[in-house]
Nanobody, 123 residues
């Protein structure tokens, strides 16, 4: 079982930083694509950052220049470094993995999801 487990969320003031981690119980494999999504109360889940199996990285426009996605295959871990946080970044953050690029697969059909970690940014 891949069973990703996300951690690292918390409460920070605007302008602060957090680093989210997503540890995969079993490394899904080099052919898998991974990413981070978020869902704010009353809103749909949206893609934040993704890294494809060929290393291609994609960011949502709202986080470009502030967030950085990376992975450590030796540790079976996916990261999301979040800098210059804004109140509108407040959401539950989820990691995900699929054999296809996660920004292309419709969200309900993405194969593996972590349990979510809450990020709260105060103004």
């Amino acid at each position: 079982q891949v069973h990703p487990v996300a951690s690292g969320g918390g409460s920070v003031e605007a302008g602060g930083s957090l680093r989210l981690s997503c540890e995969f119980r079993e490394y899904p494999g080099e052919k898998y694509c991974m990413g981070w999504f978020r869902q704010a109360p009353g809103k749909e889940r949206e893609g934040v950052a993704a890294i494809d199996s060929d290393g291609t990285i994609t960011y949502a426009d709202s986080v470009k220049g502030r967030f950085t996605i990376s992975q450590d295959n030796a540790k079976n871990t996916l990261y999301l470094q979040m800098n210059s946080l804004k109140p509108e970044d407040t959401a539950m953050y989820y990691c995900a993995a699929d054999v296809n690029p996660v920004f292309i697969v419709e969200i309900p059909f993405i194969e593996h999801w972590g349990q979510g970690t809450q990020v709260t940014v105060s103004s």
